[in-house]
């Protein structure tokens, strides 16, 4: 194994195999971030989302996917050119990827490209897991979504450059708290997903909440505004972002929002307040 995913794989922990499972996944999402800091694609695009909120500012929650958006708009950008320096990198630290783009079918801003390898012969680089569990099939992916937002609105995110130092040091362009918090709060009211709840999201909430996050509510009033949620005239402020919360939050099955986010937890346990009155007050405390 290599020396600097030896090192990346210290500060886990792990006990389980599922555990090693997860810190292989985000390993090799810093992987990805240090591939794409080799190229001019940090010029161009900030990170944002859970992902960035769990490698930069410690989140303690894991993260499926790599999401972006462009600094200004484009919608001819594509992936593709930066796809091979990705690649490329994985490879030198010992992991065998495919990573392509997804074709589209339809006319979305949003452009997505898709990182996987064998989850076994991944786990197998690391001697210090042992026999690897029956459990996995042979034929399980370790798959990771990258994607980016072609169209940002018009009153983008503030950004900040910060630096990761493992596996070795480089720098990107993430979007800062107050910026992130706005993303996760427009997901929140804007996400539509019609058989389910993102109870990470939800997790999030509390966790910003937790730290008393300003909310940057000029982007979160063009985003909001974009998506339609409110008419172009209005201006979303701490009043109505509540307005809004209280309302979403009536509709929300809590138990398949903590069943969503479990998986993602090293203490499931952390979620067994939760409760409409519980995020009721979580809202209340927004600024």
Not at 82 to 99: H, K, R
Not at 123 to 148: A, H, R
Not at 200 to 222: E, G, K, Q
């Amino acid at each position: 194994m290599n020396e600097a995913v030896r090192a990346m794989l210290g500060k886990y922990n792990c006990r389980s195999n599922d555990d090693y499972k997860n810190a292989l996944k985000e390993i090799i999402q810093e992987i990805v971030l240090l591939g794409l800091s080799r190229t001019e694609f940090f010029n161009r695009a900030s990170f944002y989302g859970g992902s960035a909120l769990r490698i930069i500012h410690q989140l303690d929650r894991f993260s499926e996917d790599l999401d972006f958006s462009l600094v200004n708009r484009d919608s001819g950008f594509s992936f593709k050119p930066y796809l091979q320096a990705v690649q490329d990198e994985a490879i030198a630290f010992g992991f065998s990827v495919d990573v392509s783009v997804k074709e589209k079918t339809n006319n979305s801003a949003v452009e997505s490209a898709f990182l996987k390898g064998n989850t076994v012969e991944h786990l197998l680089l690391f001697p210090e897991i042992g026999k690897i569990d029956s459990s996995f099939n042979k034929n399980d992916q370790i798959k990771i979504k990258i994607e980016i937002d072609k169209e940002p609105p018009i009153v983008d995110g503030d950004t900040e450059v910060r630096y990761l130092l493992m596996p070795i040091p480089f720098s990107l362009r993430v979007y800062d708290l107050p910026s992130l918090f706005a993303g996760k709060l427009h997901a929140i009211l804007c996400r539509e997903w019609k058989s389910r709840v993102k109870g990470r999201d939800y997790y999030d909430l509390c966790w910003y909440t937790a730290r008393r996050t300003p909310v940057n509510y000029n982007y979160l009033t063009s985003k909001l505004q974009q998506s339609g949620r409110i008419p172009a005239d209005v201006n979303c402020g701490p009043e109505l972002l509540r307005q809004l919360l209280h309302d979403k939050i009536q509709d929300v099955d809590i138990e398949q929002a903590k069943r969503d986010v479990q998986v993602f937890l090293r203490h499931p346990h952390a979620v067994d307040t939760w409760s409409t009155r519980f995020f009721e007050e979580i809202v209340s405390l927004i600024g």
